[in-house]
């Protein structure tokens, strides 16, 4: 979807995808500042142990521990993470978080991400759901000594119902996800109600199971196509100084995950 911006707007860059093992994640990164990129994207397993070749992290990442985009600036090599910048970025086209409760399902990286960006932009509670209580208070540990947002725990019981007072739902665990696109979130569906803003992190398939219930009940939903669409352009305006056209790389990335709805 980056390239399909760069040829879109005009611009002299490329995109390219690079299969780098952990063994080799230092020479990999030694080779990029040797030939001046304007930086890189990076999976896992590399979003931690990357970071001690960086020489700066920006605020998101320093709390998350993670990163996941690169940006040469000024010579000076900046680790940033764009998960829940991404996130975040859609979710406030839906609805203004600021002074908000959100209800988070699962722990893990993704959850972190979105928990952090959430309290940054002015959450003022989080209930994070999930079967694993050491995860889960993980993440609630994170908000808490680090932002102003206060966090809490709920173990994920079966049929777990959510919180009358939740203004935002989302679920950040992979069920659902393609090809297992049948799985679904084990709660009680009648606990959604309308007033909430619903959104799922999966991209594939957009309007999961998840989210068509709650837009049946009559709420917002945001989907994880917006979301992983946000992402890419965050870090094309990092790296080359220039917005580019979501709605570009959104085609894009449909064509490419062979998505028709």
Not at 1 to 19: D, P, Q, S, V
Not at 88 to 108: E, M, N, R, S
Not at 154 to 172: C, F, K, R, T
Not at 241 to 259: C, F, S
């Amino acid at each position: 979807m980056a390239e399909a911006a760069y040829k879109h707007h005009g611009l002299h860059y490329r995109y390219i995808n690079c299969e780098v093992s952990p063994e080799n994640l230092e020479a990999a990164v030694n080779g990029v500042k040797a030939m001046g990129w304007k930086g890189f994207n990076c999976s896992l397993p590399h979003k931690v142990s990357i970071i001690k070749y960086l020489d700066e992290l920006g605020e998101s990442a320093q709390l998350i521990g993670a990163v996941n985009t690169v940006v040469n600036s000024g010579n000076k090599w900046i680790g940033e993470n764009t998960d829940g910048k991404g996130f975040l970025q859609a979710l406030k086209q839906v609805i203004d978080p600021t002074g908000k409760h959100a209800t988070l399902f699962g722990a893990g990286g993704a959850s972190r991400a979105v928990a952090i960006e959430l309290a940054l932009a002015g959450v003022k509670t989080i209930t994070v759901v999930n079967r694993s209580r050491e995860r889960g208070e993980t993440v609630v540990d994170l908000i808490n000594k680090n932002t102003e947002a206060k966090a809490s725990y709920q173990p994920w019981i079966d049929g777990y119902a959510i919180e009358p007072h939740s203004d935002m739902v989302i679920n950040l665990t992979s069920i659902g996800l393609y090809p297992n696109v049948d799985e679904q979130l084990n709660i009680d569906l009648d606990s959604i109600q309308s007033h909430m803003a619903v959104a799922d992190c999966i991209p594939n398939p957009p309007q999961t199971h998840f989210l068509k219930t709650a837009k049946a009940k009559g709420c917002k939903t945001l989907d994880g196509l917006q979301m992983l669409v946000n992402q890419g352009v965050i870090g094309i305006k990092y790296w080359t100084g220039n917005d580019v056209d979501p709605t570009i790389m959104h085609a894009a990335l449909k064509e490419a995950l062979r998505i028709k709805e």
